[in-house]
Nanobody, 123 residues
Framework: QVQVVESGGGLVQIGGSLRLSCATS????????WGWFRQAPGKEREFVAA????????PYADSVKGRFIISRDNARKTVYLQMNSLESEDTAVYYC????????????????WGQGIQVTVSS
């Protein structure tokens, strides 16, 4: 059973950067595909980025393209989301999630989720 714990969130000013980390555990966690999602108050959970176990990345959500970068370090069993040029619209709870069988934009396709971490972007 794979478990995940997010870290690195917090309060940042518009235009700033944060790096989220998703620490994973379990013998086979390096062979999972991972996604980052976010959910703002009153909105549905939305896809942000995804990466396969081999390091191939999915097309980013249009709203973050060119600003966010997903990566993974299998030796450290950690998945990262580097967030640059943050905007107020990026304020949300961010989740990492795991699945097998390739990346997906559909939250329902993921069967393991972290507890979520708050990112707040303010002026």
């Amino acid at each position: 059973q794979v478990q995940v714990v997010e870290s690195g969130g917090g309060l940042v000013q518009i235009g700033g950067s944060l790096r989220l980390s998703c620490a994973t555990s379990g013998r086979t966690s390096s062979f999972y595909d991972w996604g980052w999602f976010r959910q703002a108050p009153g909105k549905e959970r939305e896809f942000v980025a995804a990466i396969t176990w081999s390091g191939a990345t999915a097309p980013y959500a249009d709203s973050v393209k060119g600003r966010f970068i997903i990566s993974r370090d299998n030796a450290r069993k950690t998945v990262y989301l580097q967030m640059n040029s943050l905007e107020s619209e990026d304020t949300a709870v961010y989740y990492c999630a795991a699945r097998t069988g390739g990346w997906s934009r559909n939250p329902g396709a993921y069967d393991t989720w972290g507890q979520g971490i708050q990112v707040t972007v303010s002026s």
